[in-house]
């Protein structure tokens, strides 16, 4: 064949295209248990280049990482009524063990706050001892209806950070700060813009005080929460009897928080960047930054001159992740093709022009910019730079564009239903509303943004009663 | 207090000062569920260096990572009998998920073979995709009804590689090719000399045509299986048609191999350089390698330059893991015994005197060898190099020491239950001996190892038939 396997258009089917792309980039496969995935190496590659630099980020400022089991005795969740009540229908139940039936049945954790408290509890007494952060980097199980490659899946990787405090406004500011930290993370790393702000009470966190979160636009008009951050309040800390002593010798309940970032970040990345020819991976995560495609005609004996070219290149590059792909028994066309689909920022074809010229040929991802470089002039961190901020600026442009202002239902309904995208309205704060949206035209409230404009004389866009706050909905994965 | 918590005396308990070592270097801690652990941060970033390391090392040989599922049907374990009957006692099992009975209950994976050959069996096709070698780090999980932290624990984290061949010849060379690696890495790394060679029919891997393994000697005299390389043969490869077409267009079943190592090693350490003081910690994966103490009286004005002088000195030491320890509340004899506790390769003590004279006290954990070091001589990088040239050598004279040749009965349980350690023994190979050895003394064949000694002439210490090897018995955790 002269191409790979081809991929669905995002106009024909968005759905199959994310699916094709997932599979002809070889990010993921099926697992034999219904809704899990396999994360193949390349798409596993992309984790590790989050993680590590995520880890980076939150280990300089001072969280250190730790490993709590996965099993959670079945109790321990319902110590925190909301909690339990959250997350029972999707737990997954180790029953039996060791060829004995357990006499108290253990839960696979879907989150860790409750067999992390439980060991807080005890190494926790003083105000000495906060505050105090720890972040775990694991498998979680979440038994879901529907599910989709990294976005969701019963199974799937996370960190999740947990801090413990001795105020609430001290609370309230690691929350935040954390929020901050993924919302520059996936600007600066993922080069996606992200709303961020509170969530609703009916969409927070199930135990927590209130929850904040950062929300990508895709380019299917869905909204993906793609990081959350949690004050827990004492809610915890009361059914877990976390308690310090402070200055003054008084034994007062911690405050607490969680953070976290998973797998489904991958897809996210997917859905903001990608196009028609597949992925297109941000420099700081892509597995391979650089391929190089040799160009020329064996029979003609261009190929040592070429090859030794192409050699001498890459020596200076090796700060740089890159592929020299030489396989013989492709074409150069096919070999475009296929790096195209894995989403390889720059692509640099080789041949004896180029060797002639003292040239490279540099083609961009992004918008297929093609441009004859001399090496002299070369600069390929400048490249990748200049790739990222592009990359930035269409997410950006395209958020942008895709985010209404709607004060009446009928806008609202519009936005949601033809124009696709976030309608931002005001909003009475109450459930009932949220629910009849979403049971009506299937949208769900994202965040109220921390920068709200005046609800002055604005009405709810669904009771027409007085509005609290704005707010965006959209429809969301 | 004037020192942190005592730990029991080796001499006195051994198995008590194991636990001492773990709780008091705040190592782990016991998880809720029965057998289950919590790595404490500071245990944890053991094992991420000891991860960062190795992951190097595979991926410098071209071994990318992935990530399977850790739920596994239960048909998929029976179809390789051998595997199934050597697991099932020790798994745990999901029956109800989604708040309803699975129509199949799944497994936690014990380890990965046959949820990952699964799905060698769809992406291997042809010789073009051999070797295929993949790596993962993961969570596994074997309902132990003996733990211990660290050396056996129900669940842990470990790496397991899986690499797929053409021949016979290529897997035996992998497999042990994957086992030279433990050995260098435990022998530079972790400063732990190893017996290497093959397990016994009876102790090898459930499914394995052949296993191999490191070995060390522990300080009280019992063996440590430490890492693993099995050479699979075609026995999972038949159960999952794994086939390729060969180069002549005919197809074959699969060579598999597969290797790994776990958070048992950081309990190797502990058990192979531990001593009464605590933990001793080899520097490439000591969290801190260096801990300074300032000592100072602090109303007679001593605090300002001490501490200039320190700040001044650790600057120099940016490429080392430093910990300045300037806690006002501990005094430096305290601080002494908390850092030798936790097992910090090096100590630099630094008062008026150090600073009048420009020089540095610094005390090795390894032999508590103290020397005062000109500033201007101080090499930090080759004193660290020198400390693990101590810390093999003195693992590799315990363990020559511990080693016994026997050639009776009576030798042979007079090293297993009086002078302890490592007997080597002439054995027949039949597992009945084998088994009468271990009802009897409780010693284990551990390796036969690879670079045997002529057999002729020898009798089984057990039946006194003809040997055929030379084998390793010793009492194992």
Redesign the interface.
């Known amino acids: 064949m002269s191409t790979p396997e081809k991929i669905t258009k995002q106009s024909e089917d968005f759905s199959k295209w994310y699916l094709d792309v997932v599979r002809v980039a070889d990010l993921a496969?099926y697992?034999?248990?219904k809704g899990?995935?396999?994360?193949?190496?390349y798409?596993?590659?992309i984790?590790?280049r989050m993680q590590s630099i995520f880890d980076a980020r939150i280990k300089a400022k001072g969280i250190?990482?730790?490993?709590?089991?996965?099993?959670?005795?079945e109790s321990?969740l319902s110590k925190e009524k909301e909690h339990v009540e959250g997350f029972?229908?999707?737990?997954?139940?180790?029953?039996?063990?060791?060829?004995e039936k357990l006499t108290e049945s253990?839960v696979?954790r879907p989150t860790s706050e409750t067999?992390m408290y439980?060991?807080f509890s005890?190494?926790i007494s003083s105000y000495r001892d906060l505050p105090y952060h720890?972040n775990q980097w694991?498998?979680v199980?979440r038994?879901?209806?529907k599910t989709k490659p990294f976005i969701r899946t019963?199974?799937f990787?996370w960190q999740e950070g947990h801090s413990v405090l001795a105020t609430e406004k001290e609370t309230d500011e690691l929350a935040l700060g954390r929020l901050e930290e993924y919302r520059t993370f996936f600007e600066e790393i993922l080069c996606t813009p992200m709303y961020v702000g509170k969530k609703s009470e009916k969409e927070k966190f199930a135990g927590a005080l209130y929850s904040t979160a950062c929300e990508a636009l895709l380019k299917d008009g869905k909204a993906l929460q793609s990081a959350t951050s949690h004050n827990l309040g004492q809610n915890f800390s009361k059914s877990f009897n976390i308690q310090f002593e402070n200055e003054k010798g008084k034994r007062e309940y911690a405050w607490q928080s969680s953070w976290g970032m998973s797998t489904r970040t991958i897809g996210g990345v997917i859905l903001t960047h990608g196009d028609d020819k597949g992925l297109v991976l941000p420099p700081d995560i892509a597995p391979v930054q650089i391929v190089v495609v040799p160009i020329y005609n064996k029979d003609k004996g261009e190929d040592k001159a070429v090859m030794a070219y192409i050699t001498k290149l890459t020596e200076k590059m090796k700060d740089l992740r890159v592929k020299v792909d030489s396989r013989e028994q492709y074409s150069p066309g096919w070999k475009f093709s296929e790096w195209e689909v894995k989403g390889v920022p720059l692509r640099l074809e080789i041949g004896p022009k180029e060797v002639e010229d003292k040239k490279v040929t540099l083609v961009s991802r992004v918008d297929g910019g093609k441009s004859s470089v001399l090496l002299s002039d070369l600069d390929l961190n400048k490249e990748l730079e200049k790739f990222k901020k592009i990359l930035l600026e269409i997410a950006k442009k395209f958020v942008a564009e895709n985010t209404h202002e709607v004060t009446s239902y009928e806008g609202l309904k519009n936005v949601i239903e033809v124009k696709k995208g976030f309608a931002l309205a005001p909003w009475c704060e109450d459930g009932k509303c949220e629910q009849k949206i979403k049971d009506d035209i299937m949208a769900t409230t994202r965040v109220i943004p921390f920068d709200q404009k005046d609800t002055k004389g604005e009405k709810c866009v669904c009771c027409g009663k007085d509005a609290k706050v704005w707010v965006y909905f959209a429809k969301a994965y």
């Open positions: 496969d697992g034999p248990v899990t995935m396999i994360i193949k190496p798409g596993y590659a984790w590790e250190s990482n730790a490993y709590f089991p996965m099993f959670i005795p321990f029972s229908p999707e737990l997954a139940v180790v029953t039996h063990a060791g060829g253990v696979v067999v439980d060991a005890r190494w720890v694991c498998n199980v038994w879901e209806k019963t199974e990787l």
